[in-house]
Structures are given as C-alpha cells and as structure tokens.
C-alpha cells in the first residue's frame, strides 16, 4: 500500500440481534469470614435482587451469578475485600463492574463477589479539572458523560471518545476505548497520564508511564486482570463549539476503503472519520436511518435494493465561530476529493456535545419500543488493512447477504496503528 499511509487496521462491529437462551449459574456462599466482615456492614449485600442484576450485562446473553455484591463507599472498601481474598485460605472471584456495558459476562464473578463501582460516585467530588495543565483527575465510576458536562463548564474536552458516552472511565480504560476519532488521537487507553489502580494483593499504587510503568500499561487495555482503576488522569484540550457532519454514499467498496485511508492519513483531516454497512435485507428504517432527510429514504433503500450492498462513509470536522467559514470551504473541497456516489452526500450542523451524544438519541428511541433490553451481541475485530477486501467479500456479501443474516449496525473504519501503544495489554494485528 502507498508508503505515505501509516499502517491501517479496520475495526469491524458487528451486532446480530439473534434471539440467544441465557445461561445461568448457581450461587455459593462465599467464607463466612467476609459475610460477618464489620467492614462491609450494610456494604456487602446477597440480595436476590442485586445479585440478579449483576449477573447480567448488556450483552443480555449470559447470566453469572456472584454470591454478593459490594457497594463500596470508599476505595478503602475494595482493598479491604481484596486483601481479604487474597490472604485468605479460600479465595473467592472477584470482578470490578462499572455501568454494566459488556456483553458476554467479562464484569462478572461467578459465585464470588461484583463490586458495584457506581456506588462510589459523589456528585460534590470526583472529577478534578485543571484548565493550565489541560487534564482531568477523574474517579472510575463516572460516565464519560459526565466527565464531558464537567470539562466543558470549562470550554475543554477530553480528545478521545467512544461512539457512546454512557460508560465508565475505568470500564473504557480496562478494554480500550475506541470510535472514529481514534485513528487521530489514538484510543483512549493512549490518553492517559496516570492512574490508581488496587492490585491483586489489595495495594494502592500511582503509576504513569515514568512510575510503575509495567502496571499502567498492563492495566491500559488489562479486562480488569492487573488490578482495579480507581482513578485515571485524562488528556483535556480545548473544546470546539460545533461540527460539520457529512455523509457519503458508495457502491464500490474499494473506493470505500481506498478514501478512508487517504482521510485519516492527511495531517489537517477530518475529526472523526467512521463507516458503515447497507444490506438488501431487514428494516431499511435502522437506527442510523435518522442521519438521513425522511426525504431522501426512498431513494437509499432504493439503491441499495439495486447494488444489494453500499457504503456510508461519515466525516465530522470541529469548529466554532472563528474558523466557520474556513471549514465550509475544507469540507467543500473534500467532497470533491472523494469518489462517493454523486447526488448521495449528506450535510449537517450540530453542536459538539450534539454530535457526540448522538447515540444516546437512539437509546431512548428503543427504549421506548422496548426494544433496548434485548439480547446484544456484539463482535469487534482488528483485521488488518491487507486482509480487509476479503473479509468484505467473504463476511458482508458472503456469510451475511447469502444467508440473508438481519443485522444490526455493521461499521467499518480505518485506524492509524501508529497511534497504540504496543506495552498495553491491548492486542491488535500487525
């Protein structure tokens, strides 16, 4: 591939909304010697109604079931558990469980203990701003939403997203932290300066890049394995006000890719740069549907029953009041660099938080047809750029279209490899 080009990888998501049977565990009683525990008192509960709850995820396609579950107070609570586990002569699983986002029971711990992290959070402290050192201390248990509404009483933002913003700092940092803008700002794993984490034997350490740097960068990217993050340093910069969100149709798939990668390899590129996958089957009316005018829906199911697959390429470039007319002419001119399907391009306007929180949107939107507490199963993968053209071919048009799959979202996008760390436990393809 061209050498200008920094090594790519695709991440494809995928969510089959199949109908899956839950399986389910028994419960055990754990030592008696955390059960009568002063320390937990009115902490530690077996509730049937709390250990149901943390038993499932998101993902509503397991159940594991804890024997308790911690609502901690303090980090002083979850040390004390862990220290109890692990000096004791029967140990007990244990699992740090944020806003409950995964999919196949990775915040579980089967007849151990979930620590409810959410319980920690205190409206009066947690998330610490400093405006000349352009960073956050931010406690784990917070939702990158709410680190955003924080940052932004300040006008700065953190520079590292997920596409959905209703997830724990500390759950985002113990997998990865991914979205559009990654190919620019790298993961949000790569936007750390420093963390507390509590490890296996219950210790608080402070670690950094410089100090007890083998943990930080284990823990980066860890599921949870090198210790629990109680609190992460987050990069901040200043925060735009807007964004121009254009979106681009495609029926070849190579030119696709082929603009994707030119995108995110430019210097003075777009913000954020995602893509996604259109099939001639199930409801043409998806939740992405709303990034169109009612208008024009017509005339997208009708191209895409023709060409039975196509292409949505999105590109978001931030701005506010002083470079608005300057962003209008550098989006006018990448529109008319790229080999998109004439008369299929897409333009908006939204506010940055807008844009950002744009999943949200469609949360609420199923949730009030019901349809958000369903099963979710969902797939990310790392294909390498080499390799990308065969997994169109052999997953979109071969596995899915043949099989007439019906699916949720499938999204594709590029990602500049030089921005991950390879010391992280993270593991992406070469």
């Known amino acids: 591939f061209p050498s200008q080009i920094h090594l790519l990888m695709i991440t494809i998501l995928v969510i089959i909304t199949t109908l899956l049977t839950p399986i389910t565990t028994n419960t055990s009683s754990l030592p008696w010697n955390i059960l009568s525990n002063d320390n937990f008192a009115g902490k530690l509960t077996t509730a049937s109604s709390s250990v ?8 509503h396609i397991t159940k594991i079931f804890p024997s308790a579950v911690l609502n901690p107070s303090s980090v002083q609570d979850i040390t004390d558990l862990i220290k109890l586990s692990f000096d004791s002569q029967s140990s007990f699983p244990l699992a740090a469980r944020g806003h409950g986002h995964s999919h196949r029971g990775q915040a579980a711990a089967k007849d151990g203990v979930v620590v409810n992290m959410r319980s920690m ?21 917070w939702l990158w939403i709410e680190v955003l509404n924080k940052t932004l009483e300040l006008g700065l933002t953190p520079v590292s997203w997920t596409d959905y913003l209703h997830l724990t700092v500390g759950g985002t940092l113990s997998n990865g932290g991914i979205s559009g803008q990654t190919f620019r700002y790298g993961p ?7 963390m507390d984490v509590i490890t296996g034997k219950g210790e608080i350490a402070t670690c950094s890049k410089d100090m007890n740097s083998d943990l930080f960068y284990a823990a980066l990217g860890g599921l949870g394995q090198f210790g629990i993050i109680t609190r992460a340093r987050i990069k901040l910069e200043l925060a735009p006000k807007k964004a121009k969100w254009l979106r681009f ?13 030119r995108l995110i390899s430019e210097t003075n590129g777009p913000h954020f740069l995602e893509g996604s996958v259109m099939l001639d089957h199930g409801p043409p009316d998806n939740w992405r549907s709303t990034y169109y005018p009612p208008s024009e829906h017509m005339r997208i199911v009708s191209m895409v029953k023709q ?4 292409y949505c390429l999105e590109v978001v470039k931030y701005y506010d009041e002083t470079s608005q007319h300057s962003v209008n002419e550098e ?10 399907e004439r008369g299929f391009v897409y333009e908006k306007d939204v506010t940055y938080m807008d844009f950002l ?5 469609g949360e609420l939107k199923l949730k009030s047809k019901g349809q958000w507490d369903v099963p979710h199963p969902w797939l990310n993968l790392f294909v390498p750029k080499s390799q990308i053209s065969r997994f169109e071919y052999g997953v979109f048009k071969g596995i899915i279209l043949r099989n007439n799959i019906t699916t949720g979202p499938l999204l594709v996008y590029p990602m500049n490899r030089n921005k991950w760390n390879d010391r992280m436990s993270t593991v992406i393809p070469e």
């Open 52 to 59: 149901e709850s943390a038993a499932t995820d998101f993902g």
């Open 121 to 141: 959070v205190n409206r009066d402290r947690g998330i610490k701003v400093s405006r000349t050192g352009l960073y956050a201390d931010v406690d784990s248990a």
């Open 188 to 194: 949000q794993i790569s936007n750390v300066l420093e």
């Open 249 to 261: 149709l495609y029926t070849d798939f190579s030119e696709f890719t082929r603009d994707q990668e």
């Open 307 to 310: 060409h039975r697959v196509i």
């Open 331 to 340: 989006m006018e001119e990448l529109s008319d660099s790229l080999n998109y």
């Open 357 to 361: 929180n744009r999943v949200r949107t």
